[in-house]
């Protein structure tokens, strides 16, 4: 069984910044892709950035420049370093991954940013 736990958010103010760290465990042959999605109250989930096994990187246009998205394939971790972060960043944040071929999901954690 495969699990992904996130950590890392919070309540911050805008300009401010947070790290997201999510990491898998459990019997694990392989991990493809990694990201982050994030759902805002009365909002539909959407993905704000992803990362292949090789390192490529991808962003939703409202973060770009201000998030980057990195892992370590040793600790099969991904993060989220979220700068200059504005009130419509707030959302719950999922970590996502392929792992062993199946698509995995975190609990989510709730990053809040106050104007």
């Known amino acids: 069984q495969v699990q992904l736990v996130e950590s890392g958010g919070g309540l911050v103010q805008a300009g401010g910044s947070l790290r997201l760290s999510c990491a898998a465990s459990?019997?694990?042959?392989?991990?493809?892709?990694m990201g982050w999605y994030r759902q805002a109250p009365g909002k539909q989930r959407e993905l704000v950035a992803s990362?292949?096994?090789?390192?490529?990187?991808n962003y939703v246009d409202s973060v770009k420049g201000r998030f980057t998205i990195s892992r370590d394939n040793a600790k099969n971790t991904v993060y989220l370093q979220m700068n200059s972060l504005k009130p419509e960043d707030t959302a719950v944040y999922y970590c996502?991954?392929?792992?062993?071929?199946?698509?995995?999901w975190g609990q989510g954690t709730q990053v809040t940013v106050s104007s």
């Open positions: 996502n991954a392929i792992i062993n071929y199946y698509n995995n």
């Open positions: 459990g019997t694990i042959f392989s991990i493809n892709d």
């Open positions: 990362i292949t096994s090789g390192g490529r990187k």
